[in-house]
């Protein structure tokens, strides 16, 4: 008989199940599915609440803040703040601690979609800079700083920050040197987004870390490479800019008040703790942990290239502008055969060899290397790519190179801005099937998910190139975040 008590426990079963099957993962969170909580264990024991003695993250001053100083400490900033939602809540209290309605920041068009949930809170409109794409897979991989470098600091309005994205999600890190121009300029701070980079600091082979480059605000997404439970996060203050100190001291103040309204009034224990684990794991031994990763993705690039079909990025990736150094952690597959898309390789992938890869494109696939994955792991990943025979046709009706080409036209288009992300969020919608959106205001994200970018966000006009691209991903099997429905078939639109 059917045990039907399983089904009282759906999500349960299901991490049990990927469990059991021995995946080799390939992605976040960078604690290797638990190996590196083999020394300093987190179980359900430890998931405590504000009793006295474990002090409090909206007030600390005791082992929250004693945790916080020596983070600061080991990364190289002024201050820390510990964070259990992400790296999205530290993007979104930079916003809402310094910004204001109307302010302008300036920011690459190729941010995460969490930034616009900070310009909704504070009300602040973007400047968008227009982004580098690589050729052959049409991700962005650096901001197009023309802009920034050539135009008149009196042509930049009421700019009340700068936002840089470094590195991006496939690892490619911009120079930050036109950023740190710019905003000693405009004596407006440079914060950076750095989620996928928190092991920046403890590694001689990974980028410079931003902090160290001269920002003046770091989020760092800590669970995406570091060993810390998923949502654990950081973000830094780094040094004033001069003549800047008490505008800068009072920025803290704000943070610490804008994180109190956006975080949760019942932090996890299990969270922060990770955070300090993770730390404290790096000082001790992380530019070994990193010098062996790296040692791997040298080896498993190696390997993969003499693959026919499939290209790993390396070193040349440098030779974009802008970009001026180099992840070399995460893993980008690049496929070369016309019928099968990333999305299906990575079906392929999982099914033959239970190896689970962070994303899937039109005609890629990443795979994030960690200090802690499975012993096991990189022989396995070589082995199950020998065994896919890239010269059968795939199943999908677009190849991954058109569906790349479409992504990188959907980015160079211009993007025409009818309203801030603050307005569109209340502004009056109503929900039309996808195919009658032409030229009409967004009133949601366009976002494939993973990474997170959006296409097209809330308060922009919906262009042609822009419906031909997300038919094609529709097709290719994308998944979305933001979508009214799973399947894009209909969308909300502004009527302003």
């Known amino acids: 008989m059917e045990d039907k008590t399983l089904k009282e426990r759906p999500l349960w079963q299901a991490l049990k199940k990927y469990e059991q099957e021995n995946i080799k993962g390939f992605h976040m969170p960078g604690h290797g599915q638990g190996r590196a909580f083999a020394k300093w264990p987190l179980d359900s024991a430890l998931d405590m609440t504000e009793v006295p003695g474990l002090d409090d993250l909206h007030s600390p001053e005791g082992a929250i803040l004693d945790a916080e100083v020596r983070a600061a400490g080991a990364f190289g900033a002024e201050k820390t703040f510990f964070l259990v939602q992400g790296a999205t809540v530290g993007l979104q209290a930079l916003c809402l601690a310094n910004l204001r309605e109307g302010d302008e920041v300036i920011v690459p068009r190729h941010c995460h979609r969490s930034i616009y949930g900070g310009l909704v809170l504070s009300g602040a409109r973007p400047s ?55 905003s000693q300029a405009l004596q407006k701070p440079l914060w950076v987004d750095e989620a996928h980079g928190s092991a920046y600091a403890f590694s001689s082979l990974l980028p410079t870390s931003a902090l160290k480059l001269g920002a003046q605000a770091v989020v760092h997404g800590s669970h995406k490479s570091l060993p810390a439970l998923t949502q654990a996060a950081m973000l830094h203050l780094g040094q004033a800019l001069q003549g800047q100190e008490e505008e800068h001291s009072r920025q803290g103040i704000m943070l610490r008040n804008a994180l109190t309204i956006l975080q949760t009034t019942s932090p996890s224990y299990l969270l922060m703790t990770s955070l300090d684990l993770a730390r404290a794991s790096m000082e001790e031994e992380g530019e070994l942990l990193w010098q062996k990763t790296v040692e791997r993705a040298s ?18 990736i440098k030779a974009y502008s802008t970009v001026s150094e180099w992840d070399q952690t995460r893993l980008l597959v690049v496929l070369r055969n016309p019928y099968v898309t990333g999305y299906q390789l990575r079906q392929l992938l999982r099914e033959k060899g239970a190896i689970e890869a962070e994303l899937a494109g039109p005609n890629y696939l990443l795979f994030l290397l960690s200090p802690f994955d499975h012993p096991e792991a990189d022989g396995h990943l070589i082995e199950t790519f020998k065994q896919v025979d890239f010269s059968l046709e795939g199943t999908g009706k677009e190849d991954g190179q058109v569906l790349a080409e479409l992504f990188q036209q959907g980015h160079r288009e211009a993007i025409e801005v009818r309203c801030t992300p603050r307005e569109a969020f209340y502004g009056p919608r109503r929900i039309v099937p996808f195919k009658e959106a032409l030229h009409k205001i967004a009133g949601q994200f366009i976002c494939p998910y993973p990474p997170g970018i959006p296409l097209i966000a809330p308060g922009e006009v919906i262009t042609p190139a822009l419906l031909e691209v997300v038919h094609a991903l529709e097709r290719a099997g994308a998944k979305w975040q933001g979508a009214i429905d799973g399947k894009m078939e209909k969308i909300a639109i502004l009527d302003l």
Not at 302 to 312: A, F, V
């Open 128 to 182: 968008y800079l227009s982004s580098i794409l690589e050729k052959e897979t049409g991700l962005p991989i650096a901001t197009d700083l023309t802009a920034l470098q050539s135009l008149p600091i009196s042509q930049y309005g009421d700019i009340k920050a700068l936002l840089a994205l470094r590195p991006t999600y496939w690892g490619t890190a911009e120079d930050l040197h036109s950023w740190r121009e710019c």
């Open 299 to 316: 080896f498993l690039r190696r390997e993969l290239n003499q693959i026919k079909g499939i290209y790993c990025w390396s070193e040349e």
